[in-house]
Nanobody, 125 residues
Framework: VQLQASGGGLVQAGDSLRLSCAAS????????VAWFRQAPGKEREFVAA????????YYRDSVKGRFTISRDNARTTVYLQMNSLKREDTAVYYC???????????????????WGQGTLVTVSS
């Protein structure tokens, strides 16, 4: 599967943004799909994910209640709705997919073999 992330941009603190991750070559059926982000000078960190069955979702603590991961019915696109954005959310956001990842590793970037190119989100105060 190939992944294409889009939807990033420059917004003000408190604004909302929706990122998209489109699949090609396959659908997301049977894949765990996650969003990671990497801020300048920092390591890549987990943001949110769907389990392989897409029945469970996971979030890092700092985005709970503000970000929502979702998908379309055709399982060709996964979204990350980001509300109440903060300056510390500024980063390049990547979507990733994996066919085999255990729950305890859902937030581990090494567990994902498929990556999109990243989309930049800049939040200004």
């Amino acid at each position: 599967v190939q992944l294409q992330a889009s939807g990033g941009g420059l917004v003000q603190a408190g604004d909302s943004l929706r990122l998209s991750c489109a699949a090609s070559g396959d659908t997301f059926r049977g894949y765990a799909v996650a969003w990671f982000r990497q801020a300048p000078g920092k390591e890549r960190e987990f943001v949110a994910a769907f389990s392989r069955s897409h029945s469970a979702t996971y979030y890092r603590d700092s985005v709970k209640g503000r970000f929502t991961i979702s998908r379309d019915n055709a399982r060709t696109t996964v979204y990350l709705q980001m509300n109440s954005l903060k300056r510390e959310d500024t980063a390049v956001y990547y979507c990733a997919a994996a066919t085999s990842v255990i729950t305890s590793s859902i937030g581990n970037s090494d567990a994902y073999g498929y990556w999109g190119q990243g989309t930049l989100v800049t939040v200004s105060s």
